[in-house]
């Protein structure tokens, strides 16, 4: 085996089995973390197809800011014990074998002999120089420059949704009002009171 | 390939004025969006108005373009023809009608806010990239972008968990369904290398595919198909439509119950009949499946409803099913009523919906079909809306809900599937039988509540003018129809 | 050499891993949220193995544009997600049973 088989099947190994035990994870918690590995894996699948930029993007913000906002709902909403098991333990092993066949077909329709070696041979290996990032920015910004404006109202989008779906408005909250603060003068907070000379009830705290 | 990319790259900007009703929306949606958050609580009118203005710019603008001829800008990734105008100038119009009708529910149930029309905007130019995208990746994001702004406006009424359910509902299922569509996708880009539409129209119709090229085409297919059944709401993927139109608040139900299925037949022209047209065989056996399924299932079950929201959702689904068997006919003509078809049922879903958001307008939700008991003595002129309405969508001439019923089954017996054209008749006559329902309860029976229907001027013209097209195109369907035919 | 039915079928092994978890995850909205990405993960993959044995870019280019969508859409679900959750004090729901009301 070369070492790019090794890897290959290394990721492959992990990322089958880390997606099957996010499935069947009865913490929520624990299901996004198998994603997490489950996610590692892709990304390492990513480079041995010299996708590196994409790769380091998937773990960049889906890892690092994707998958942290789930970890963040599911504390923050305290629901990482899923109270709900779908009740239907008995249907399982009918899913897994209609989930089987369904593999199997593909596996037909995606095999050797439509997508093998010898229709689609290997690429040559990108020489040393060569950058995954230039090539994409070179054709975002001109051939997807349409498709590159839609991404920003989709980000517009997500940001107008959240704000209008989750933001609430001020009730007795707490803030700080720098104009105020700066603005106020000596007489609104301090009371000069003379005390009689033989008051007794001085306080020691 | 990308060193060249550089020097070969050129872009002429002024192919850009096809583009020009999205860029034109686009920027008022920055602006509006800016202007509503300096806006007081109490002239949030303004931003209502300004929406109104600015769809009605756009459609002005996409009118304008039409008669161009194709037009294929940034690489191939943007079309402009009269398919796209028409279908622009059609979504337009009917968004401004869907806000007119919204107005005073919105007001009454405390949803008049800046962001609602802000998204409804977006929503709107989500579904115009739709209309205009040459490629796949353009045409999934104007669905994403039609998709994300539909589940935000769902869960907008946010202390209505009936809202959020519905909203989170639609939401899964249309990541799952979305989910699909680009497996779909993924397969037709890997098999001919292009995510243009023209060049997988060329490559699927090319002479030198070899069957295993054809066996992946086909497989993505079924992918694709499964996609677009979902966002059409077709059976067996109708499941989340009831819900999510009971759900959401009535003005958003009329919103997603009518625009987004002309932008949903404009993606489904564009990929299945521009770009998979050679393959027109394997999808229209799945169509016809989809559609027959479609039309009794919506017919059957939306006799069992008491909600007037639900039962317009199955209604919804028995149209969908005739649209779909007029593409399932996969000539010129059939492709050409099934488009007017669904401009018809636009039109009588709208009108539907405003009556019924008018019912709603005294503050609380009145989704129940008994809610109609009476509708005669307590609004002459509503109720005769509402019947047209309702003989139009059962498919009685001489409304336009016959017509468009007529020249799709015509095109059905035409193309030899007459034992479909015959299924299809029975279960319009069955469906007959819900609308005919409501007639009855409007003028037959007594209700305990006798108060006037009070409605703000501008609804009550719209509303009659959009009744009385029902029955004015009716007049004259064949003008209509070769408006319809001529986008292809 | 690993070919490219190589990596269409190990995502196509994960995309069923993804509609598996789906029907058996039908309450369980986050979990279910998850598997979409998986099924995502695995049209992603696609996509980047068709474009490098294919040679060209635009594979590439979609993924990007995948990985960004995805991750707005993830924002408004979780908001939809927290939304219901303050409306009915948990997040129960089965998407393929009608609403509850």
């Known amino acids: 085996m070369t070492s790019a088989q090794i890897l290959f099947y290394t990721f492959s190994f992990f990322l089958v089995a880390s997606s099957l035990i996010m499935i069947f994870a009865k913490n929520a918690a624990k299901a996004v973390l198998f994603l997490v590995l489950a996610f590692f894996s892709v990304a390492g699948l990513w480079i041995l197809l010299e996708a590196e930029f994409l790769a380091i993007t998937l773990i960049l913000v889906y890892v690092g800011a994707v998958m942290v906002l789930f970890l963040f709902v599911i504390k923050m909403l305290n629901i990482d014990k899923s109270t709900l098991r779908a009740k239907f333990a008995g249907y399982l092993p009918l899913g897994l074998i209609v989930a089987a066949i369904i593999v199997a077909e593909m596996t037909m329709v995606l095999g050797h002999e439509q997508f093998g070696l010898n229709i689609y041979p290997a690429p040559e290996k990108a020489s040393a120089d060569y950058s995954n990032i230039t090539i994409l920015a070179l054709q975002l910004y001109t051939d997807y420059v349409y498709p590159f404006e839609l991404a920003a109202v989709l980000l517009l989008i997500a940001i107008i949704a959240a704000i209008a779906l989750v933001h609430r408005p001020e009730q007795n909250r707490k803030k700080q009002d720098i104009s105020e603060q700066v603005s106020v003068r000596a007489k609104d907070r301090l009371r000069i009171v003379s005390i009689a000379k033989n008051n007794k009830e001085v306080n020691n705290d | ?488 | 050499m690993i070919s490219l039915s190589d990596y269409l079928i190990l995502s196509s092994i994960i995309f069923c891993i993804g509609l598996v978890g789906i029907f058996i995850n039908r309450k369980n909205i986050i979990t279910l949220l998850m598997c979409v990405e998986l099924i995502l993960a695995a049209v992603n993959t696609n996509f980047i193995a068709f474009s490098h044995f294919l040679g060209n870019e635009a594979g590439q280019i979609f993924v990007f544009f995948i990985l960004t969508v995805a991750a707005a859409e993830v924002a408004i679900g979780l908001a939809i997600l927290t939304l219901m959750f303050r409306n009915r004090g948990s997040i129960d729901i089965d998407i393929t049973s009608s609403l509850k009301g």
């Not at chain 2, 060329?202 to 992946?216: H, K, N, P, V």
């Not at chain 2, 694709?224 to 439509?241: D, S």
């Not at chain 2, 109609?372 to 001439?397: D, E, N, T, V, Y």
């Not at chain 2, 299809?424 to 007594?446: G, H, P, T």
């Open chain 2, 1 to 488: 390939m990308s060193n060249t990319a550089q020097n070969l790259f050129q872009f002429d900007t002024s192919t850009l004025v096809f583009a020009l009703p999205e860029i034109f929306l686009l920027s008022s949606i920055v602006v509006i969006l800016l202007i509503d958050v300096f806006l007081k609580k109490s002239f949030k009118n303004i931003t209502y108005y300004l929406s109104q203005i600015a769809i009605f710019i756009t459609a002005l603008l996409s009118y304008s373009l039409i008669g161009n001829g194709e037009q294929i800008i940034f690489s191939g990734s943007f079309i402009h023809d009269d398919l796209a105008a028409i279908f622009k100038v059609a979504m337009m119009v009917a968004s401004i009608v869907v806000l007119v009708y919204s107005r005073t529910y919105l007001n009454i149930h405390n949803l008049f806010k800046g962001e609602y029309f802000v998204l409804v905007l977006l929503a709107i130019l989500g579904m115009m990239v739709m209309v205009s995208g040459y490629s796949l990746l353009t045409l999934y994001l104007g669905l994403e972008i039609l998709s994300l702004s539909l589940y935000t406006l769902i869960a907008i009424a946010r202390s209505r968990a009936n809202a959020v359910e519905a909203g989170l509902k639609y939401f899964v299922l249309g990541a799952i369904a979305s989910g699909l569509l680009l497996y779909g996708m993924s397969m037709i880009y890997g098999i001919n290398g292009s995510l243009n539409i023209s060049e997988i129209a060329q490559f699927a119709s090319g002479a030198s595919l070899q069957s295993s090229q054809q066996l992946i085409l086909n497989f993505g297919l079924v992918f694709i198909v499964i996609g677009v059944a979902f966002k059409l709401g077709a059976v067996p993927f109708h499941n989340w439509v009831p819900d999510v139109y009971q759900g959401s608040p009535t003005s958003v139900t009329m919103f997603l119950s009518s625009v987004p299925k002309i932008a949903a037949v404009a993606m489904l022209i564009r990929l299945l009949i521009e770009g998979l047209g050679s393959l027109q065989d394997y999808w229209s056996d799945l169509f016809i499946a989809l559609a027959i399924l479609s039309i009794g299932v919506g017919s059957l079950v939306a006799l069992m409803q008491s909600n007037i929201k639900r039962m317009l959702a199955y209604s919804t689904i028995s149209h969908i099913g005739f649209i779909l068997l007029g593409f399932a006919t996969g000539t010129m003509t059939g492709y050409g009523s099934a488009v007017f078809y669904v401009f018809t049922y636009v039109l009588m879903s709208i009108a539907a919906f405003g009556v019924v958001i008018l019912l709603n307008n005294k503050g609380f939700e009145s989704e129940l079909i008994s809610d109609f008991k009476g509708l005669s003595k307590r609004s002459p002129w509503f109720a005769l809306m509402m019947l047209i309405i309702m003989l139009s969508m059962a498919g009685i001439p001489p409304f336009i809900g016959f017509y468009s019923k007529f020249f799709i089954l015509q095109q059905v017996v035409n193309s030899g599937f007459i034992e479909l054209a015959i299924i299809a008749v029975i279960f319009a006559v069955i469906s007959a039988y819900y609308y005919l329902q409501i007639i009855k309860s409007m003028y037959f029976d007594e209700s305990d509540n006798t108060s006037p229907i009070s409605s703000s001027m501008d609804t009550q013209l719209v509303l009659s003018i959009n009744a009385v097209l029902i029955l004015a195109v009716g007049l004259f369907p064949n003008y209509w129809m070769n408006i319809a035919l001529s986008v292809f």
